[in-house]
């Protein structure tokens, strides 16, 4: 299998890199295009008026063609797709693992969600593989081990097009974690606060404070399920995309 790794966190990060070893690991051909600094929050933004630069990067694993990219998450699918640096069929696009999870609404806010959807508005299958903070060695090996399953599974399966398999788990020590489920997105919402601020020299500015209002979770969802200490598993843009059976094909 032709894996395409991506991420936002930069190319650097140990989440891409557990993912990386795994699929080496498992004999498969990896080409890895990711932001050469951290594009946390990116979204799919694109880089529309100026030029993406692009180094290749060493891994220091044998046969992975490994690119930086001074761009978006989205940027990185995109050159790496349309651009010529891949120039054999891609069996599919992984984006992750990212540090932080990507459930509820904060998938739509997610360079780690973007590049994946751009793989899959692009024609390929995608997956995303998310972690909650303080995730050690043994959790993202873990995390590393299930996506590159569920994602070998994935490209056995009927599915959508322009639909993307996110995954999330509790962050943590020893991947200590409860069975994986699937479920829906929490649809509840944070509203932010700013702190409006004078600077002395160019007026005022805004700070982006850690105390806004939170809704109240949706029971079964996501959010809900990884506060339990499971794994979770959503289908993220073409909604229906696998019945029930399928889920069971993956293992979920």
Not at 13 to 30: F, M, S
Not at 35 to 64: C, K, N, W, Y
Not at 71 to 91: F, I, K
Not at 160 to 182: E, F, R
């Amino acid at each position: 299998m032709h894996i395409l790794l991506v991420n936002d966190d930069g190319i650097t990060a140990v989440g891409i890199t557990a993912l990386l070893k795994e699929a080496a690991a498992r004999g498969h051909r990896v080409t890895m295009a990711a932001p050469d600094r951290q594009q946390s929050a990116a979204s799919h933004r694109l880089t529309l008026s100026e030029p993406i630069m692009m180094h290749p990067f060493t891994t220091g694993l044998p046969g992975v063609e490994a690119y930086a990219i001074k761009g978006s998450p989205a940027d990185c699918v995109r050159v790496a797709l349309l651009g010529g640096l891949v120039t054999d069929p891609v069996d599919v696009v992984i984006s992750g693992i990212n540090n932080g999870l990507n459930a509820g609404m904060d998938a739509h806010y997610s360079g780690t969600l973007g590049a994946a959807m751009e793989g899959a508005m692009l024609g390929h299958r995608a997956v995303a593989a998310s972690i909650g903070w303080n995730a050690d060695e043994v959790s993202l090996a873990a995390l590393a081990a299930l996506t590159l399953d569920w994602a070998e599974r994935y490209c056995r399966i009927p599915a959508q097009p322009v639909s993307v398999l996110n995954i999330n788990a509790p962050g943590g020590a020893g991947a200590d974690w409860k069975p994986a489920v699937y479920a829906p997105m929490d649809t509840s919402c944070r509203r932010d606060r700013y702190e409006r601020r004078e600077s002395p020299f160019n007026g005022a500015y805004f700070w982006l404070a850690g105390d806004g209002d939170a809704q109240p979770i949706d029971e079964g969802s996501d959010n809900w399920y990884l506060e339990k200490g499971h794994v979770t598993v959503t289908m993220l843009g073409n909604f229906g995309s696998l019945v029930p059976q399928q889920w069971e094909t993956l293992g979920i």
